[in-house]
């Protein structure tokens, strides 16, 4: 709308795609993929939810996020266990995608 008051020689370039996401971001991820609401995340939410970060393999590492954070063998990421799934993404370097207006 405003773009003739922009000066010509200024280029915009999105940096978005080197922020980092924080921890708070990554759990509103996970959260949101429990689909059936009951709390806890399978390893199809984990599957989802690596999806969503652009992952390459999203299964593979639904897998191993789910070995490395599921403290009590039961195949399931429960509340006490969200901390060490956040920290293992967080590990990985997800990084935001598509949040920059500027493309």
């Given amino acids: 709308m405003l773009e003739f008051l922009r000066p010509r020689n200024i280029i915009i370039r999105c940096t978005c795609a080197h922020v980092r996401l924080t921890d708070v971001q ?19 939410d984990l599957t989802e939810a690596f999806r969503q970060l652009g992952s390459t393999f999203p299964g593979y590492r639904a897998a191993r996020a789910l070995h490395r954070a599921d403290k009590n063998g039961d195949g399931l990421i429960d509340k006490e266990e969200l901390d060490q799934l956040v920290e293992y993404a967080r590990k990985r370097g997800y990084r935001l995608r598509n949040a920059c207006s500027s493309k």
């Fill in 26 to 44: 990554l759990t509103n991820i996970f959260k949101n993929c429990d689909i059936n609401g009951d709390g806890y995340l399978t390893k199809e």
